[in-house]
C-alpha cells in the first residue's frame, strides 16, 4: 500500500486518493512549500487552495490545463464561471495583443471603454448607465453604496448562504454555524470571520433563498430601514443553485411596491444567457453587479442600473453625489479583452451552452440513479454543481447536507482523473467544450465513486 507517512498505511478512499494526488504532482508540491515561505500558507487567494496543496498551472488552452508536473486537465472551472470562450480564445488574445502594442493602461479614456459600456448597456435589461471597477466585491461594494446614498437609508437584506465579494457590509452569513445561524425562516445574521466591524451586522437582515413567505415577511417588517435587499439570481456558494421564478418575481413585486432598492449579483450569473440571469427570468432590478465573464478573464467588475441612481456619480454640471476612483477602472487591456468576448457571445452561443449543460446535468444525473448513490446535481444552462446528499438542495440550509468527505473525495479523485472542478465541486462549461468532453466527465465521476465504494 501507499503510505501517506511512515508511519501509518493508507486506508481510507480519501487517504488513497491523496496518496494518488501527491505521488502525481511533485513539482507543484514543492512549489506550494516554496510558496510557504513568503505568503501564509503558501496561499493568495482561498477560493483555490486545497489539501494537501493546489496545483500550479503553467498552461491553459482551450478546455486543457496544463500543471507544473506536465499533466494536462480538462477543465470544468474555467477561473470560477470566467472563461466562457475557454482557455485563450483567439478573438480575445488578439484583441488583448493589439492593445498591449499601444499601451497597457493610460491617465484617461480609451475608446474601447465606450464600446465596452455600449455593450452592456445594449444587451442588459436593467443597465441605463454603468460604471467599470476591477472585481465582483468593488461592483456590489458600490451597488450598496449607491443604494444608501439614494434612499438614505442604511440597512440591507441579503440571502443566507449567498457570497456577495469581500467587504463588510455583506460578509455576513456567507456559510454559517448551523448552531449560530437561527430559525430557518427568520436567520441570524452571522459574521463570516473576525475582524469584520463589529457593526455590519446590526446593519443587516438575513433571508432564507428560494423562501419568498418567509423573505417577504422580513422585508415588510424592516421596510422603513432597508435601502437594498441584494441577491445572486443562482446562488453560486451554494453549488448553483437557480432562483426559483417565484421567488425573484416576489423579490421585485415587494421591492417595487416599498420603495426599496433591488440588486442583482450577476458576477456569475449573467453567464445564463444573453442578456444575463434578468433576462433569463424576465425580472429586471434597480442595480446590477457584473464581474468574471465581462472581463474576458483580466481583472473585472461593474455596477449599473437606473439612469436616476447613476446620476449620482456624474462628474459633470457641479460633481458627483458619490465618489468613484480607482486607477485601472475601465483599464484598456481589460476593456479589449472585454469587448472581444461580449461581441463573440451571440445568443447562438448561449443556446449551445445551454443544451450542453442540460445535457451534462442529465447524465450526471441517471449516473446517480444507476449507481444508487445518495447525490444530486444543482445548476441551469452552463452552471452545475455536485451535491453530496440526497436531500434537494434549494438553499443553504439544504445545501449544509452535503457529506463533506464524499465531496472531498470527488474533488481529488477528479484530479487524479484528470478533470479540475472548484474545490467545492462546482463548475461549468464553456463554448469549447464538446459532448465528449462531457460523456469523459460523466465516466471519471463513476470511477471515482466506484474507488470510494459505490458499485
Known sequence: LITLDETREVTTPLEQEIATYTAANPKSAGLHEKAKNFMPGGDTRNSIYWDPFPLYITDGTGTTLTDADGNKRTDFVNNMTTLILGHRPAEVSQAVAEQ???????????????RWAELLCERVPSLDKVRFVNTGTEATLNAIRAARAFSGKQKLLK????????????????VPPLDKAGDADSPEAVKAFPGISETSTDDIYIAPFNDIVAAEKIIREHADELAAVIVEPVNGQCGMVPGKPEFLEGLRRVTDELGIILIFDEVIAFRIAYGGAQDYYGVTPDLTCFGKVVGGGMPVGAFGGREDIMSMWDPSDGGATVQHAGTFNGNPMTAAAGVATLENLTPEKYEYLDALGESLRTKLRALFAELEVPMGVTGVASLFALQFTPTEVVDYRTFATNDKNMLNIMFIGLLNEGFLMSNRCAGNVSTVHTEDDVDAFVQAVSNVLKRAGYA
Open 100 to 114: 498591449l502594442d499601444h499601451g497597457m493602461s493610460f491617465p484617461a479614456p480609451s475608446p474601447s471603454v465606450v
Open 159 to 174: 440571502c443566507e448562504g449567498a457570497y456577495h465579494g469581500n467587504h463588510d457590509a455583506i460578509q455576513i452569513s456567507v
